[in-house]
């Protein structure tokens, strides 16, 4: 099955918007968990927001919620994340991936965030978000 790929990253003001999108055609219809993750130079690969593909419940970090917003085009095979009020430490590289998973609440609940990245080896080339000040 093809590997989820990022893009739409590109670099904004702070304060400004992007619109990301993951395709991720064979994991956006059944139970599946789709999410975005981060990484910026000297920090820990760090979950973003995911969905439940079973029913379309969201998790987003702390850290974006409010101002991001995972969606999903399921028959597009499309997963998106819209970012809104960008800010400077928003900057890292962006990627996406997916899962089959057999209850949603580990999706749902943030738990596929904390464990992916690190069991997760290769993450593929992911789309560089940079916020300028």
């Known amino acids: 099955q093809e590997r989820p790929v990022a893009s739409g990253g590109g670099s904004v003001q702070a304060g400004g918007s992007l619109r990301l999108s993951c395709a991720a055609a064979?994991?956006?219809?059944?139970?599946?968990?789709v999410g975005w993750f981060r990484q910026a130079p000297g920090k820990e690969r760090e979950g973003v927001a995911s969905?439940?593909?079973?029913?379309?419940?969201?998790y987003h970090n702390d850290s974006v919620k409010g101002r991001f917003t995972i969606s999903l085009e399921n028959v597009k095979g499309l997963v998106h994340l819209q970012m809104n009020s960008l800010k400077p430490e928003d900057t890292a590289m962006y990627y996406c991936?997916?899962?089959?998973?057999?209850?949603?609440?580990?999706?749902?609940?943030?738990?596929?965030?904390?464990?992916?990245?690190?069991?997760?080896?290769?993450w593929g080339q992911g789309t560089q978000v940079t916020v300028s000040s």
């Open positions: 064979g994991y956006t219809i059944g139970s599946n968990c």
């Open positions: 969905i439940y593909t079973g029913d379309g419940s969201t």
């Open positions: 991936a997916a899962d089959r998973i057999l209850w949603g609440y580990e999706c749902y609940s943030g738990s596929w965030t904390l464990s992916l990245p690190r069991r997760f080896g290769d």
